[in-house]
Nanobody
């Protein structure tokens, strides 16, 4: 069992920045793909970004490319999502997830992930 705890959400004005963190409870985190998803009210949960276990491969949704950056620190069992140039449409609950085989299955697929955090809320005002 892997427990994931997100933090760093909050209220920010459009154009601002936030950095989300996700801490994992197990040391085997370092061998897993980590992903971020988000869910806006009334919408499906959607892929945002993912990073391979080594950090050598990153994946982004088109809607966040060039604005968001995913990174990880395996020594701290933590993955980060740096969000810049935020827009009101980025408002959502953000969830981190971990998947042992996500890179092979498809790191943008919800079904590729085995464990999920509880989410952190991000609100971008216009």
């Amino acid at each position: 069992q892997v427990q994931l705890v997100e933090s760093g959400g909050g209220l920010v004005q459009a154009g601002g920045s936030l950095r989300l963190s996700c801490a994992a409870s197990r040391r085997t985190f370092s061998s897993y793909v980590m992903g971020w998803f988000r869910q806006a009210p009334g919408k499906e949960r959607e892929f945002v970004a993912a990073i391979s276990w080594s950090g050598g491969n990153t994946y982004y949704a088109d809607s966040v490319k060039g604005r968001f950056t995913i990174s990880r620190d395996n020594a701290k069992n933590t993955v980060y999502l740096q969000m810049n140039s935020l827009k009101p449409e980025d408002t959502a609950d953000y969830y981190c997830a971990v998947g042992a085989h996500a890179q092979a299955i498809g790191p943008n697929l919800r079904s590729a992930y085995d464990y999920w955090g509880q989410g952190t809320q991000v609100t971008v005002s216009s």
